[in-house]
């Protein structure tokens, strides 16, 4: 009886736990269909701009709900299959500076636990975000590699590679860069406990390695 009783509380608590994320991927799917509203109302294109770039970080967030609403594991995501769904929803949002622009991808099948999913979502965002932006100028033709590797000691290694302009000379990511930037470094190494580089040859290549120490199961 006892077990059961086991069973019974935890096909509750996962009902419930998927009712929540449900619930929460709504909302951002809310809020998000308003920004792409004002987006289009606006003729303004910094405006348009900014509601883009709001928009694409809670789709970012958003997605990680989404799988797992979709995932058997409540506490962890397929960091490929995130990473792969997440990148093209960031291209189709830049309609026409994103045409001529591929996006090849090398990703093994890594699980990780949904409080470094969404951070690293976020980094992905941005960072992809802006070579749509910045490193093609002109609508020139460009491709955009992302890897994904796990290490034999559970690194976590990802890198995101384009063949763009790359930083103008002497230009510091950490003390020039946007706002966006300086999140980037400040959540990897802050939030993630993790290391981030880039390097400015024929493009930019941005490296990101975390410890996937935080995994424990939670449901």
């Given at each position: 009886?006892?077990?059961?009783?086991?069973?019974?509380?935890?096909?509750?608590?996962?009902?419930?736990?998927?009712?929540i994320y449900h619930r929460t991927k709504n909302?951002?799917?809310?809020?998000?269909?308003?920004?792409?509203?004002?987006?289009?109302?606006?003729?303004?294109?910094?405006?348009?701009?900014?509601?883009?770039?709001?928009?694409?970080?809670?789709?970012?967030?958003?997605?990680?709900?989404?799988?797992?609403?979709?995932?058997?594991?409540?506490?962890?995501?397929?960091?490929?299959?995130?990473?792969?769904?997440?990148?093209?929803?960031?291209?189709?949002?830049?309609?026409?500076?994103?045409?001529?622009?591929?996006?090849?991808?090398?990703?093994?099948?890594?699980?990780?636990?949904?409080?470094?999913?969404?951070?690293?979502?976020?980094?992905?965002?941005?960072?992809?975000?802006?070579?749509?932006?910045?490193?093609?100028?002109?609508?020139?033709?460009?491709?955009?590699?992302?890897?994904?590797?796990?290490?034999?000691?559970?690194?976590?290694?990802?890198?995101?590679?384009?063949?763009?302009?790359?930083?103008?000379?002497?230009?510091?990511?950490?003390?020039?860069?946007?706002?966006?930037?300086?999140?980037?470094f400040s959540i990897a190494e802050n939030q993630?406990?993790?290391?981030?580089?880039?390097?400015?040859?024929?493009?930019?290549?941005?490296?990101?390695?975390?410890?996937?120490?935080?995994?424990?199961?939670?449901?």
């Open positions: 009886k006892a077990e059961e009783q086991i069973k019974k509380d935890l096909k509750i608590q996962t009902a419930l736990i998927q009712e909302n951002m799917a809310v809020i998000s269909a308003m920004l792409s509203m004002e987006s289009r109302r606006s003729e303004n294109e910094y405006v348009k701009s900014t509601f883009r770039e709001i928009r694409n970080k809670i789709q970012a967030m958003s997605l990680v709900q989404q799988k797992l609403y979709k995932a058997k594991d409540l506490s962890n995501i397929n960091l490929k299959e995130y990473i792969e769904d997440l990148a093209k929803l960031i291209m189709r949002s830049y309609g026409e500076l994103s045409a001529k622009i591929e996006i090849k991808f090398d990703l093994h099948d890594v699980k990780i636990l949904i409080d470094s999913a969404v951070p690293l979502g976020l980094i992905i965002n941005e960072l992809v975000s802006n070579i749509f932006k910045h490193a093609f100028p002109n609508r020139q033709e460009g491709e955009i590699f992302i890897r994904l590797i796990q290490e034999k000691d559970k690194t976590i290694s990802l890198e995101i590679i384009d063949n763009g302009i790359g930083f103008p000379q002497n230009f510091d990511p950490r003390k020039d860069g946007s706002m966006g930037l300086a999140s980037v993630l406990k993790g290391e981030i580089s880039v390097k400015s040859e024929n493009g930019l290549r941005w490296h990101i390695k975390i410890k996937d120490d935080k995994k424990k199961e939670r449901v």
